[in-house]
């Protein structure tokens, strides 16, 4: 017997022989098997349903033999629905019979749904509308019927849900269905699984992994992490010093993210001050920082995206003191020259003290040292008085640099020195002094009138007027005759002039006073005893008192000694 086979489609198989001795007329088989049965497995009785003796038939070979030993329905029919593999035996000895077989091969559930592309990538606008549909591969299963693809399921999520598009031939293609907006801020990436399963018992499935990249777009302001910056700063701190530095976020990304900074309706002594990075956010100082002049400065800084999308945010900075300031010393009143009979306690001046730096830096303490003459005495918080603490002199004293030292209270502490002059007024305290205690002059005799006899001097230690001095003599009668008849003063120069001519034979001397005046209020005076002594001159030729020139006999000399005030000219 030679047996052909015939196939729905051409495959590759090897020849069946069979050698058969049959008399019938031709007949019809008709098997049914399911593919993947194991090779050996007995698919019919050939012999038995044609009737035929077995010992008529001469077997040789029967192999039928795909490449994996086994029936593939999906390998020998692809997508064919019926399966059927034609089989003809034919008989020739004797007669020439033929005989159809028919077997079908029926499916079973061996192929598990799988996507040709089992990675699916979407970019999608975080502005797309919901509703929107995005289309996925579909998946692919050889089985028929109940054993392929049935039906589609996506993880569950916030965003998409599943639907299936059915093409003419009735395929069904995924589709990704948007319902809810996207936020690329709040999720800016998703996975989702997209599963295939078959109707088979028991289901197989197969999946794919959908990656969605959700697009940005500018719907994003700029956000400062404070809407307001606090920042305090001491005034010593220097140029280049970093104050803060800020930092917006930005949802976005790419250049939605960018964010540029820059200074938004500033003063324009805050931006002398401070510079601002445009790029980093940096604030760092620039220009002096001075407690004493600003202690606060508001600064708006604006947050700016590429997108130009801008927000605010205000920076108030401190300005915190140092004890950069020394104490400062303003005379308000100085009471100069001051009278030396002025009691203590008189107020010599009065001055304020003030310190422009705050707290204890600022707090002031003041202080005259080195002096028993004068205190100071606080009058009210930044006010003092300079007053007499004991008696001045002008004569000891005439002038007074006072030293005033004012300190605070900072750390480390600063200290100013003023120094007040204080003239010392004079009053008419001292008396006019003469130089000696008694003056002796001396004049000879058979002077002129007007002759100048002697001099005297007297000092006062007061000034000006207080110290001017006026000579005249005290009257008083010198043998019932007026000492003006014998003497006259210079009132001014204290000299002494004789108004007659003396006789040491008359009168040898004689004393009188001299009052020196001084010119104040009340005037002061002292006294002073004045002697004038008359020197003798040789104007008179000796005389012999006894015996008298007319006697005879021996003569005697009385010898007359000299007192103090008789000198006698040789």
């Known amino acids: 017997l030679a047996v052909r086979r015939s196939l729905v489609k051409t495959m590759k198989w090897q020849v069946v022989f069979f050698s058969i001795s049959i008399l019938y007329v031709s007949g019809q088989i008709h098997y049914s098997i ?26 040789r070979k029967l192999q039928i033999a795909p490449h994996n030993k086994k029936i593939d329905r999906e390998s020998i029919c692809e997508i064919e629905k019926k399966c059927m593999l034609n089989l003809e035996i034919l008989a020739e000895n004797p007669l020439k019979m033929l005989y159809h077989v028919k077997i079908d091969i029926q499916d079973i559930n061996d192929n598990t749904p799988y996507f ?46 599943l639907g299936e598009k059915i093409s003419a031939e009735g395929l069904k293609y995924p589709e990704l269905i948007l319902e809810k907006p996207l936020d690329r801020e709040k999720q800016s990436f998703l996975e989702l699984i997209l599963t295939a399963s078959d109707g088979g018992k028991p289901v197989k499935t197969g999946t794919a992994l959908i990656r969605i990249v959700v697009q940005d777009v500018n719907d994003n302001y700029p956000v400062f992490g404070q809407d307001t910056y606090r920042i305090s700063l001491k005034e010593d701190a220097t140029n280049g010093f970093q104050v803060l530095r800020l930092n917006a976020t930005d949802e976005d990304e790419g250049t939605n993210a960018q964010i540029t900074y820059l200074f938004s309706h500033t003063a324009a002594n805050a931006m002398d001050t401070f510079s601002l990075d445009p790029d980093s956010g940096d604030i760092k100082i620039i220009g002096p920082l001075d407690y004493e002049v600003k202690q606060n400065y508001e600064i708006t800084v604006e947050a700016k995206d590429g997108g130009g999308l801008g927000t605010y945010c205000t920076i108030l900075i401190q300005i915190l003191d140092v004890n950069d300031n020394a104490p400062e010393i303003q005379l308000v009143s100085l009471a100069t020259p001051i009278p030396e009979d002025s009691i203590p306690g008189t107020v010599v001046a009065v001055f304020q003290v003030n310190d422009l730096d705050s707290g204890t830096n600022g707090e002031v303490s003041c202080d005259v040292p080195d002096t028993s003459l004068f205190k100071l005495l606080p009058t009210s918080t930044s006010y003092y008085q300079l007053v007499t603490f004991s008696s001045v002199d002008r004569e000891t004293i005439p002038m007074y640099n006072i030293t005033i030292i004012a300190k605070d209270e900072g750390s480390p502490q600063l200290s100013t020195k003023k120094v007040i002059q204080v003239a010392i007024s004079d009053v008419n305290d001292n008396p006019p002094l003469f130089d000696k205690l008694k003056y002796i002059g001396y004049i000879f005799e058979n002077n002129l009138p007007g002759t100048s006899v002697y001099s005297v001097q007297a000092s006062d230690f007061d000034t000006d007027e207080n110290a001017r001095v006026t000579y005249s003599i005290l009257n008083r009668n010198i043998s019932d005759i007026p000492i003006s008849s014998y ?84």
């Open 487 to 570: 003497i006259s003063m210079n009132s001014k120069t204290g000299v002494v002039y004789a108004q007659r001519s003396f006789d040491y034979e008359q009168i040898r001397d004689f004393d009188f006073q001299v009052i020196a005046k001084d010119s104040g209020s009340p005037s002061l005076s002292s006294n002073v005893t004045v002697r004038i002594c008359i020197v003798d001159k040789n104007d008179n030729a000796p005389k012999i008192l006894y015996p008298s020139p007319d006697m005879e006999g021996t003569t005697l000399v009385k010898c007359v000694s000299c007192s103090t005030c008789s000198i006698t000219e040789s």
């Open 34 to 59: 399911f593919e993947e049965m194991k090779q050996g497995s007995i698919i019919g009785n050939v012999a038995n349903d044609l009737d035929l003796d077995v010992k008529e038939l001469s077997f």
């Open 116 to 161: 040709p592309k089992n990675i699916f990538n979407l970019s999608i606008s975080e502005i797309t509308t919901p509703g929107v549909h995005f289309a996925l591969g579909k998946a692919e299963d050889p089985d028929l019927g109940v054993n392929s693809l049935q039906c589609y399921t996506l993880t569950p999520n916030q965003y998409f849900k």
